[in-house]
C-alpha cells in the first residue's frame, strides 16, 4: 500500500526577535530537511558521518509523498535554551493514501 504523510509544523520564535515572515521558504526548507540527502554538499560538515541506521521520513521531497502541511508562527515567551531563536514543533502522521 503506498504512503503518504501530513505535516503540522508550529515555527515557535522568541519573543526577542524580529519576527520573520517568509513562511513558505521555511516550510520547504523543512521539507527538504525531512528527505534523504542528494549529494554529500547538502551534509553538514559535523554530520559527514550519520548514524548507523540514518533513518530519513521521505525518499524525495515530491509533492506526490506529502498530502496536507499546515503551519503556524507563535511567539515563545523564554528564550530557548539552545543557540537558536527559533524552535519547531512538527507532527508527522503516516498512512495509506486513502485516507
Known sequence: ???ICHLDI???EWAGTTP???TDNRVKTIR???RIPHSDAEVREAEKAPPDPCLCLLEDDGSDLIGRVTSETRQ???RPRVDSDV???IQIDVGG???
Do not use: F, G, S, V
Request: proline share 5%.
Open 1 to 3: 500500500m503506498p504512503l
Open 10 to 12: 508550529t515555527i515557535l
Open 20 to 22: 520573520r515572515r517568509d
Open 32 to 34: 527538504d530537511a525531512l
Open 76 to 78: 515563545l515567551l523564554e
Open 87 to 89: 524552535m519547531l514543533w
Open 97 to 99: 493514501r486513502n485516507r
